[in-house]
């Protein structure tokens, strides 16, 4: 709109030849519609004011282009007032003096075109005729713009939309509005080429307009799209909804609509009849959301798409999992029997969270489908991202670069969909270049409630939907009580989305039968709707009487048709009570195929080495320091900086960036794909990774390093994310489940601001392989370290990552051969903090080289990524060396033990801190210092080791975080543990604090006096003792 807006304001017709150039150098628009192609020519910009023309203004031009666009296609369709007009206007008549009055044209109807002199100022009549022709314009736009508000979506007639201050003046009763009268009605207008009412007509009676209209804009469709800023797209959606004849079906697709609807409501019946007090979040009310996904399936297999990826909330969960997915009815049901024991480890989940997996023909194309299920928490909208995230992985996988094989279809409640920033977060990845899933379509189960909350007092709103305006996505409402017209928008949808490769979202508005659950009285807080809901038929019904009325089916045949699936059901029901053992690993979302043994076992209990040649090192390190491509302006600090990786190199030595470029180039030149990503990674928060370097002479030119390493190596995805963690995280963890053979992670800016994704961390990183059975390898790397930074961007919160680590305290393991791997084998994640580049490769490339797939949180640095002794060399990164779990005491005191005084355990940076602390005091005899570089799951056999070695030291935990955060916590009773007790873990930190640190630098730096001082003082725990 703003567009024609413009255009109008520069309103100036346009010689013969500028305008032939001018539609000449726009790609005219060709719809197909009922009655042939019908072709448009975009708006042309005029470069004149609008008041030039007497009778024009800013409403006006639309109208103006429509009549010009016609003549130029005929000049004899339009009236002779605009030909004349238009002759004038192409012959040079300057602004204001190209209108001739009817009476200067010549009496035989032929048209001369005058000389200018002789034209005159307009005549009333014409006037009046350009007015009406605007006012037909302008109502058949309000119909489009604002039609929907007159459409009757809402089954139980109580709609809650709220539009008081928008009035629709729309409808015979209103042609006032646009200056029109009653006696306009039978006169017949031409129609503007903005609508496809006409069909194969170019004009209509106005009566006639405005009753197809009201067919198109006002029955139990509403579309909002005017706020789409693309004309091809607006009309592509016009011409669906307002073309005659649109909704027909046939009679094949009617019984096909009606068995689906069968199917449907028969499920839920049957659930309520067999286990009436279990909830299972049922579906009547919008039973005809079964026909709607199937639809959408259906038509998408028709367009090529081989993988459907989804993701759901509880509500008709186990409906979608049986009729549309088509899970086998007897392992539904046996869900509901509580005394079946499982037969995996782990927590497991309620039904209505499990996820499912399944290749199968369509029926309706014939062809071969997978659709798949993302299990969810309860956290509503959650897997929102984690759906895309996959989608987006089963795409890269399969090269389909622009979504034509894989899709995702997203199911939302009403509430969640208006109250979750999730929802706003997963819609602004949608067009991105690296997480775009090329169009999503999003159906939502508009039930008009959220648990007990009316949505006048949920959303601000007056559409559940409006958040999907942000992305120009359409939005089809639709009254689900009408199945033909459901199955409708859904082919439109999926349609819209195989076109243009963008969101749509289908907006289905029911009603819920039940309470919230089948548990739950709805009459105690919404007493009238449901008073209202008592009295309505359901659709099924309603839909088989329209049907029988019409013919299209006997009240035999359908009464077949129930029985037959009553039948399946009842057979499935006796099946299910053969089952005696519930296996989760049947609702596995996304299987691994050859990744692990043929009964889910990993292939060994062993990692190999994660060291590489010094070849590969140097080769990559090659690449590190240089631009692989000609002609490649680089900034000069960053030459000065790859002149220092080359060096390093030549030193062999690494750096922080240079360690992770040897773990990531090492892993691609395997053929495992590596992506990062999160906010500002391909240079790197701290400036100093620069994998996308940039031609400081050409714009956007780029050159990533990392895919310069081989011919036959994977590719590299390094990508800035859109300043979200939630929907960034979860879209990465979504993306690492697609495959066991990627290195998918995901930094944040500083660690601390993970908490905004915590969602994704609590509910499915931490216990996703214990509700879900399917391992991830998704790695986090969270910036951490005080600094001297203030209460933000230092705490990455360890306390919180290690809280939620399984492994028991208290119980001292058995250390067997393996227990290094068996241990990580039975964790919920990993976490670490290096203090070395060296093992910060290693830990990034057991990732991979592991049999098996666990999360790996690592805290990373920041000023150890410049700091000279923050450097490993080569001989660490060889063949045969490994990630060390602790980096044990290898100085002076290594090699008396027994004349070590303490024995320091600590973790990441502050073991610079010291071991320098420990120089300038001359301690290095008396103090020995250990790094615990894995934390979790705690390495208790070298804890046991090297505090045996010290037989005669105390024990003390040092760590620079406040006392309540950091690691303490966590580590001291695994210690004591190890040790049996025997001594005490003493403690040098900060103190418990509320902030994670100081806003004052001094403040910060005697807080490291502080705790620096009671490490090394050996009496400081005299007075504990
Ligand atoms: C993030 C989150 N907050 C709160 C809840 C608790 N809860 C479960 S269902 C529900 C209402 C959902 O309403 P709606 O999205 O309209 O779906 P419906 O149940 O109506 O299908 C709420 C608040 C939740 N599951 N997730
Ligand atoms: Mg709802």
């Given at each position: 709109m703003h567009r024609l807006r413009t255009c109008a304001a520069r309103l100036r017709p346009l010689t013969a030849s500028q305008a032939a150039q001018t539609v000449g150098q726009q790609r005219p628009l060709t719809v197909a519609g009922v009655g042939g192609t019908r072709t448009f020519q975009p708006i042309r910009c005029y470069t004149?004011?609008?008041?030039?023309?007497?009778?024009?203004?800013g409403t006006s031009s639309n109208y103006v282009e429509e009549m010009y666009f016609a003549w130029l296609e005929n000049?004899?369709?339009?009236h002779k007032s605009w030909d004349v007009f238009f002759r004038n206007a192409n012959a040079g008549a300057p602004p204001g003096s190209a209108y001739q009055s009817p009476?200067?044209?010549s009496p035989a109807g032929g048209v001369a075109v005058p000389q200018f002199s002789s034209m005159v100022a307009a005549q009333p009549n014409v006037e009046k005729l350009v007015e009406d022709h605007l006012a037909v314009q302008s109502l058949i736009r309000a119909y489009q713009v604002m039609g929907h508000h007159n459409a009757q979506l809402d089954p139980l007639g109580?709609?809650?939309?709220?539009f008081d201050d928008a009035p629709v003046n729309t409808g015979?009763?209103?042609v006032g509005f646009y200056?029109?009268?009653?006696?306009?009605?039978d006169k017949v207008f031409r129609l503007p080429t903005?609508?496809?009412?006409g069909g194969s007509e170019s004009a209509l009676p106005l009566k006639e307009i405005i009753r197809r209209l009201e067919m198109a804009y006002c029955q139990h469709i509403g579309v909002e799209f005017m706020?789409?800023?693309?004309l091809e797209q607006c009309q592509w959606i016009r011409q669906k909804f307002e073309?005659?004849?649109?909704m027909q079906f046939t009679l094949e697709e009617k019984r096909t609509l009606l068995a689906r609807m069968v199917r449907s409501t028969r499920f839920e019946e049957f659930l309520q009849r067999k286990w009436?007090?279990?909830?299972?979040?049922?579906?009547e009310g919008c039973e005809s959301l079964i026909p709607a996904l199937k639809t959408i399936i259906d038509k998408s297999s028709e367009n090529g798409v081989e993988n459907v990826i989804m993701g759901m909330p509880h509500r008709g969960r186990l409906n979608v999992l049986a009729?549309?997915?088509?899970?086998?009815l007897e392992q539904i049901f046996c869900q509901?029997?509580?005394k079946l024991e499982a037969?995996?480890?782990?927590s497991g989940d309620v039904k209505y969270h499990l996820g499912m997996y399944h290749r199968r023909?369509?029926?309706?194309?014939?062809r071969n489908i997978t659709l798949s299920l993302v299990a969810n928490p309860s956290?509503?909208?959650?897997v929102d991202p984690v759906v895309q995230g996959k989608t987006k992985a089963e795409q890269f996988y399969c090269g389909d670069s622009d979504g034509k094989r894989v899709m995702s279809i997203l199911l939302h409640g009403d509430a969640a969909f208006a109250g979750q920033g999730i929802v706003y977060e997963t819609f602004h990845l949608s067009?991105?270049?690296?997480?775009?899933?090329h169009g999503t379509v999003h159906v939502v189960?508009?039930?008009?409630?959220g648990f007990t909350t009316d949505p006048r007092m949920a959303?601000?709103?007056?559409?559940?939907?409006?958040?999907?305006?942000v992305v120009n996505a359409p939005i089809f409402h639709v009254n689900a009580d009408d199945p033909e017209a459901v199955m409708y928008v859904c082919n439109v949808a999926a349609e819209w989305r195989a076109t243009f490769h963008k969101d749509v979202v289908v907006d289905l508005v029911c009603y819920r039968r039940m309470g919230h659950n089948e548990m739950d009285e709805p009459m105690f807080t919404q007493p009238l709707m449901y008073k209202q809901i008592k009295k309505q038929k359901g659709v099924l019904l309603k839909y088989a009487e329209k049907l029988i009325a019409e013919g299209a089916v006997s009240r035999q045949e359908y009464e077949e048709e129930i029985a037959k699936y009553d039948k399946i059901c009842e057979e499935a029901y006796a099946r299910s009570k053969d089952e005696k053992i519930l296996h989760?690993?049947?609702?596995?979302?996304s299987p691994w195929p050859?990744?692990?043994?043929?009964?889910?076992?990993?292939?060994?209990?062993s990692c190999p080495s994660t060291g590489l040649t010094e070849e590969n090192l140097t080769h990559i390190g090659g690449i590190a320091s240089?631009?692989?491509?000609?002609d490649f302006t680089i900034h000069g600090g960053l030459s000065r900086i790859l002149k220092g990786r080359a060096d390093m190199v030549k030193k062999r030595t690494v750096d922080w960036a240079l360690g992770e470029y040897m773990a990531f180039g090492s892993l691609l030149k395997e053929g495992i794909h590596v992506r990062l990503s999160g906010q500002?990674?391909?240079?790197?928060t701290f400036s100093h990774r620069h994998h996308v370097l940039h031609?400081?002479?050409?714009?956007?030119?780029?050159?990533?390093?990392?895919?310069?390493?081989?011919?036959?190596q994977a590719p590299y995805t390094v990508c800035n994310s859109s300043l979200s963690e939630y929907g960034v995280l979860g879209f990465e963890l979504g993306f690492a489940m697609a495959s066991p053979n990627a290195l998918v992670l995901w930094e944040a800016?500083?660690?601390?601001?993970h908490n905004t994704a915590q969602c994704i961390i609590d509910?499915?990183?931490?216990?996703g392989q214990a509700k879900w059975v399917r391992q991830n390898g998704i790695v986090l790397l969270l910036p951490h370290?005080?600094?001297?930074?203030?209460?933000?961007?230092?705490?990455?919160?360890?306390e919180r990552f290690l809280q939620m680590?399984?492994?028991?305290?208290d119980v001292m393991p058995t250390i067997t051969e393996d227990f290094a791997v068996r241990q990580l084998y039975d964790c919920n994640w990993i976490v670490v903090n290096c203090s070395s580049p060296a093992n910060y490769f290693h830990v990034i490339r057991r990732q991979i080289l592991a049999p098996f797939r666990k999360p790996l949180i690592v805290f990373t640095p920041k000023s150890l990524?410049?700091?000279?002794?923050a450097r490993s060399s080569f001989d660490e990164m060889l063949p045969g060396t490994h990630f060390q779990r602790v980096i044990l005491?290898?100085?002076?005191?290594a090699e008396r033990p027994?004349?070590?005084k303490r024995l320091i355990f600590c973790t990441g940076k502050v073991y610079y801190e010291l071991t320098k602390e420990r120089k300038n005091r001359g301690m290095e005899g008396t103090v020995a210092i250990a790094r615990?570089?894995?934390?979790?799951?705690?390495p208790f056999d070298l804890v046991k080791a090297e505090s045996e070695r010290y037989a005669n030291a105390d024990l003390v935990w040092c760590q620079e975080e406040h006392k309540n955060q950091g690691y303490y916590d966590y580590v001291k009773p695994r210690i004591r543990t190890t040790i049996q007790r025997a001594k005490p873990v003493w403690y040098a930190g900060r103190?418990?604090?509320?902030?994670?640190?100081?806003?004052n630098k001094n403040t910060h730096l005697v807080e490291v006096r502080r705790f620096l001082d009671t490490a090394f003082g050996?009496?400081?725990?005299k007075d504990q003792q």
């Open positions: 004149a004011p609008v008041a030039s023309e007497p009778f024009l203004n000049p004899k369709s339009v009476l200067a044209m109580i709609s809650c939309v709220n015979f009763q209103h200056g029109l009268e009653e006696s306009d009605l903005t609508t496809f009412i706020f789409i800023n693309d073309t005659p004849g649109v009436s007090s279990e909830k299972r979040f049922g579906l009729n549309v997915i088509r899970k086998e509901f029997d509580s037969a995996d480890e782990g023909i369509n029926r309706v194309t014939d956290h509503l909208e959650a067009d991105l270049p690296s997480y775009t899933t189960v508009n039930n008009q409630i959303r601000s709103s007056p559409y559940p939907t409006d958040v999907a305006r989760i690993k049947h609702w596995l979302d050859g990744f692990f043994t043929l009964d889910g076992q990993p292939k060994s209990m240089s631009v692989p491509v000609e500002d990674v391909e240079r790197g031609d400081q002479n050409v714009d956007k030119r780029t050159c990533i390093p990392m895919n310069h390493l081989s011919p036959d800016q500083f660690g601390d601001f509910q499915f990183i931490c216990p370290g005080m600094e001297g930074m203030g209460p933000e961007h230092s705490s990455a919160r360890p680590c399984n492994d028991d305290p990524l410049r700091h000279p002794e005491e290898d100085g002076v005191a027994e004349e070590v615990m570089e894995q934390l979790s799951p705690f103190d418990p604090a509320a902030a994670p640190a100081t806003g050996l009496d400081a725990f």
